[in-house]
């Protein structure tokens, strides 16, 4: 239950932290609105494999991890450059849609299609690792737990907690009869994955300099 | 006089008498009077002199405009000197309280940074979610306050719409001046969806504003802080951001407009200017094309120096609504097809008595904003010339 309230009461802060990826992701795509809870669902589950591996982690060192200034800026660091990385290749992506036969269907290939599963879940996975103020307090809180099982619990709670309000997302599905948006969305996705990379590659250079 | 984006000696415009002339410009000598002086009249003489040259040249211009019909050219030198003038104040106001251009940690801390009209969009999602203004500026105190430069944007959009973008801002001065220095452009084609990126800037900024509860198009991608104020490099990070926001300053600002001969940084890039173009849709005054006048030559798309002509939308009977108002469409028309219109009327009546409400507006919004910075920035040259600085 704290966990869940702790989602809940931090999770304006979660769902600003998500926006910039899920956003211009959804608007970028042009998808209905159906389609739309779909891609957010792999998108969550993305997140909730980020939120689980911490959880296993948290409970494993039971210490807080963000207190290490310089391994919390490695960490963050390398989570934006890896999302800014998959955020200009979406920007930039145009193959492989229009012709699905074009590529192949190694996991190479799901990766790079930005319409499959594991795209999402790539996104949501980093999107989990991205150590905002309310995952945090998370993290400090599930290093407490006394038993595996319960980090696990408290972190999908606060997981269901946060995700409440990333459930009108999709809704911006009903936008898509509007063909710029799309364009808006893709560009807007590889302005923010340049500003991830330069936030992450300064965050390393201090994390590695500190 | 500014140079026409793209002259032309046979167009259509409202061309008034001398006398007439007079008539319609002698209710903005009294209200640029008001304004300008508040009621009072320098006594010192060369704020007398300063008053007075800002005044005069403000009041020729609108009889200019109002005499010869054509509204850019004037409208230019009045925007392009507001903008130089403006720089030429601020930085000197900078040197005068703290020395340099540069920011300190201390002021920023302080919360003593100016605050200027392109944050705004920034600050509303997190003011509507935290009740914030995340901005290191003083809500009514100092140079620049929050609160004063919201009544301003809101007043304008109100009044003009995105004509801000062409009668109010600031900054939008520099990259106008630059796109008329060449007689022809070097670059004539550019892709339509770049037309697009603005509204990527803003929900980029918008997004990750929120995200951070910091301005971050002010800390990483502003061009303008290269001509007002800017961190003081103190670390990796401020190291990069100035280089961005300096090289951002000259693609934007200088080069891009000298070889296309458009706005690119107001009409490609700013994500206030984008914002701006919502507020067209509910202002009174907009750009209309006569379809029984209009003779498709096209030279109106060609010449509007902020994209806002394309061929469908004078097909459609207006510009989009990025449009700036600047009449640059209006000046080059050679049937007068493309008129300042008032939402509500139709198209083909009472054209000039429509400019005028236009004109009386924007151009009082024009004046009454920048003639502050303009004596300031005239005061300061003066005492350059005078004493050597211009502190």
Not at chain 2, 107 to 113: G, S
Not at chain 2, 214 to 230: G, L, N
Not at chain 2, 253 to 272: A, E, G, H, N, Y
Not at chain 2, 377 to 388: A, K, Q
Request: include cysteine; charge should be positive.
């Amino acid at each position: 239950m704290r966990g869940f309230l702790l989602g809940l009461s931090s999770g304006t802060v979660c769902a600003a932290y998500c926006a910039p990826v899920l956003v211009p992701y959804l608007l970028g795509e042009g998808r209905g609105v159906l389609k739309n809870f779909s891609a957010l669902t792999q998108f969550l589950l993305g997140r909730l494999l980020g939120y689980l591996s911490f959880a296993v982690f948290a409970w494993g060192i039971h210490v807080s991890l963000p207190q290490d200034i310089t391994k919390q800026n490695l960490l963050i660091g390398a989570a934006y450059l890896i999302l800014a990385g998959l955020l200009i290749y979406y920007s930039f992506f145009k193959a492989g849609r229009a012709c699905p036969q074009a590529g192949g269907q190694g996991t190479g290939h799901r990766l790079r299609d930005p319409r499959s599963s594991f795209f999402l879940l790539s996104l949501g996975l980093v999107t989990g690792l991205n150590l905002c103020p309310p995952f945090l307090l998370a993290v400090a809180t599930a290093s407490q737990q006394a038993t595996l099982a319960q980090s696990i619990l408290f972190f999908l709670t606060f997981f269901i907690g946060t995700s409440v309000f990333l459930i009108p997302a999709p809704l911006l599905g009903l936008l898509r009869g509007f063909p710029p948006l799309h364009v808006i969305g893709k560009m807007a996705a590889g302005l923010i994955g340049a500003y991830y990379f330069f936030i992450g590659a300064t965050m390393l250079a201090g994390g590695f300099y500190l | 006089m500014m140079k026409e984006h793209h002259p032309q000696e046979n167009t259509v415009g409202d061309r008034q008498s001398l006398g007439k002339s007079f008539l319609f410009a002698f209710p903005m000598m009294l209200l640029t009077f008001i304004m300008m002086s508040g009621g009072k009249i320098p006594a010192e003489p060369q704020k007398l002199f300063v008053f007075a040259v800002t005044y005069l040249f403000f009041n020729i211009l609108f009889f200019l405009m109002i005499h010869t019909g054509k509204t850019d050219r004037y409208r230019a030198t009045a925007f392009i000197t507001y903008a130089l003038l403006f720089i030429v104040s601020f930085i000197s106001h900078m040197f005068e309280v703290r020395g340099s251009m540069s920011l300190s940690e201390e002021k920023i801390i302080l919360c003593e940074v100016p605050f200027c009209h392109l944050v705004i969009p920034m600050t509303l999602i997190p003011a509507a979610f935290t009740r914030t203004i995340i901005f290191p500026g003083s809500i009514t105190e100092g140079y620049a306050s929050i609160a004063s430069m919201f009544a301003i944007w809101i007043g304008a959009s109100l009044s003009l719409g995105r004509g801000w973008c062409s009668w109010g801002c600031f900054f939008g001065g520099l990259d106008d001046a630059f796109s008329r220095i060449l007689k022809k452009p070097l670059i004539k084609k550019i892709d339509p969806r770049w037309t697009y990126l603005p509204w990527a800037v803003l929900l980029a900024a918008m997004l990750t504003a929120a995200a951070f509860l910091s301005p971050t198009y002010c800390s990483w991608i502003c061009p303008f802080k290269a001509v007002t104020e800017f961190q003081a490099v103190t670390s990796f990070k401020i190291l990069v951001q100035t280089i961005i926001f300096v090289a951002l300053f000259i693609a934007l600002v200088i080069v891009l407009p000298l070889m296309t001969k458009r706005r690119t940084q107001c009409s490609l890039f700013c994500p206030f200017g984008a914002m701006q173009g919502l507020t067209n849709r509910i202002n009174a005054f907009a750009v209309r094309i006569d379809p029984d006048k209009c003779i498709n030559c096209k030279k109106c798309v060609t010449a509007c120096p902020t994209f806002s002509m394309t061929e469908e939308s004078v097909q459609a009977g207006g510009a989009l609504t990025s449009c700036m108002k600047c009449g640059t469409c209006v000046d080059v028309c050679p049937k007068g097809a493309p008129s300042f219109h008032v939402r509500g009327t139709p198209v083909d009546e009472n054209r000039n008595i429509k400019r005028l409400l236009f004109l009386y507006a924007a151009f009082l919004f024009l004046a009454t904003f920048s003639a502050g910075n303009i004596q300031d920035g005239l005061s300061r040259i003066i005492r350059l010339i005078t004493t050597g600085s211009m502190i």
